[in-house]
């Protein structure tokens, strides 16, 4: 596909999500779109299926052209209604919290993201927030993971910075060292204390803990943090395996009973979001882990992406996702920021030929509906398993565009090219390069 082909594909997404776009008492967007009327999700504003996640595709787009009075407006009306229900909130996380809010606050207008990290303060208790999630029935007891929990407030505060981040940061990561599990070699973390299994990939395990120990513990001058995290990824190396230049950790340990890859390649539970722990133990100036420079196990973690066979779904249940979270334009976006990040020519060509790759793979699938386009994924375990079309940043269409135009950007502009960072990756980047904080519109 040529590089204008991602542009107009992008638009086209973008376009098919804001006519998904609804109002009551503020803007609300459908998670899927199917038959029957639809209403209001208890999750409407966050940034994994919700309003929020609007925020970072709006920023992606002011980078390379002028928003419409239209977008302006809808950006205005995000953080109108973030704004006024953030002070009252009580779920904290990262994807469907205020944690969220902050962070698609921050991107549209920066500073007033400040109500949201005040309400974090409020909650907060010795052992962190209180989930209003329904993880484990009955229960609103904290949670670790970096989706829903503990390490995705740390990041989020980390990332916003403030009066209150501080304040936010010490008492998660605070938290998150006094329910840290030791293992034979090093410390492992579960999405809830105590959990007989665990997903010790970047969303719900281990790897997004250490990340957001390492970012804080870099921030804020701990070196405890650094440690912790060290030793987390430590006992990543335990679980995974280095098989041909490769690093994979399982999906579940020990693995799950219900019909899933017991190995995959994503953001969520893969060696795509698992890259992001050893950039960030880099950024906290950690060298080595177990015997391994740090750059060598991300460059290994992406030589596993660049040869599974993603993004072609080589058998039911192997890729039937193109979305951020568990498919194509995660592992898309998180290629783009090793090849921004790299030193060597060579591998930069290698992982942005990984990207375009991605980007073909979504320019083939897509379903163009008049000026719109959107994707249907699959889940190999229902009949029929074609899904309907999703809107979300981490589930659907808006998380595609973001990611298609900033792989035009990238290939027209080269590696040096502006990125709209987020809290869960912005230390994977160079520094320079990075746009957060600047007014949209």
């Not at 953080?79 to 469907?96: F, N």
């Not at 740090?294 to 660049?306: P, Y």
């Not at 040869?307 to 039911?316: K, Q």
């Not at 809107?391 to 027209?412: C, E, K, N, P, Y």
């Amino acid at each position: 596909m040529d590089i204008d082909g991602y542009r107009r594909l992008g638009e086209s997404a973008w376009s098919w999500v804001l006519a998904q776009v609804a109002e009551d008492d503020g803007p609300w967007l459908p998670a899927a779109v199917g038959p029957g009327p639809h209403a209001p999700a208890d999750d409407r504003d966050s940034l994994y299926a919700g309003i929020g996640g609007l925020a970072p595709v709006l920023a992606e787009i002011a980078r390379y052209r002028e928003l419409t009075d239209g977008e302006r407006d809808l950006a205005a009306r995000v953080v109108d209604r973030l704004s006024r229900t953030a002070g009252t909130r009580t779920e904290p996380s990262l994807y469907d919290g205020l944690a969220g809010d902050a962070t698609a606050l921050r991107l549209l207008a920066p500073g007033s993201e400040e109500v949201a990290l005040r309400r974090l303060v409020e909650l907060a208790t010795p052992a962190g927030w209180r989930t209003t999630l329904k993880i484990t029935p009955g229960s609103d007891a904290p949670v670790t993971d970096l989706v829903c929990g503990t390490a995705g407030v740390v990041l989020a505060a980390i990332w916003a910075g403030g009066e209150h981040a501080g304040a936010v940061a010490t008492t998660g990561c605070d938290a998150l060292l006094s329910v840290a599990e030791p293992t034979a070699a090093g410390l492992d973390w579960g999405m809830l204390p105590g959990a007989p299994s665990k997903m010790p990939n970047f969303s719900h395990g281990t790897a997004g803990v250490a990340a957001a120990l390492a970012v804080a513990g870099a921030a804020l001058g701990r070196a405890d943090y650094v440690r912790a995290a060290t030793l987390g990824a430590r006992h990543l190396l335990t679980v995974a395996s280095l098989d041909d230049g490769g690093f994979v950790a399982p999906h579940t340990i020990p693995p799950s009973t219900r019909d899933v890859e017991p190995v995959t390649y994503t953001w969520c539970h893969g060696p795509t979001g698992t890259s992001y722990v050893f950039a960030a133990l880099a950024h906290a100036g950690v060298t080595e882990v177990g015997g391994h420079d740090v750059a060598e196990l991300r460059q290994r973690c992406l030589t596993s992406v660049l040869t599974s066979g993603v993004p072609h779904r080589l058998r039911p249940g192997f890729w039937d996702n193109d979305g951020r979270c568990c498919g194509t334009a995660g592992a898309g976006d998180a290629l783009l920021d090793a090849a921004q990040d790299s030193p060597d020519p060579a591998r930069v060509e290698t992982l942005l030929l990984g990207a375009r790759a991605m980007g073909d793979a979504l320019v083939e699938r897509a379903v163009r509906e008049g000026s719109g386009a959107y994707w249907r994924f699959l889940e190999h375990r229902q009949d029929p398993p074609l899904l309907p079309p999703g809107t979300s940043w981490m589930q659907g269409a808006a998380g595609i565009a973001g990611f298609l135009l900033r792989l035009t950007r990238v290939l027209r502009d080269g590696a040096d090219a502006s990125v709209v960072d987020r809290p869960d990756q912005w230390w994977a980047v160079p520094g320079r390069l990075r746009t957060a904080g600047r007014p949209v519109g």
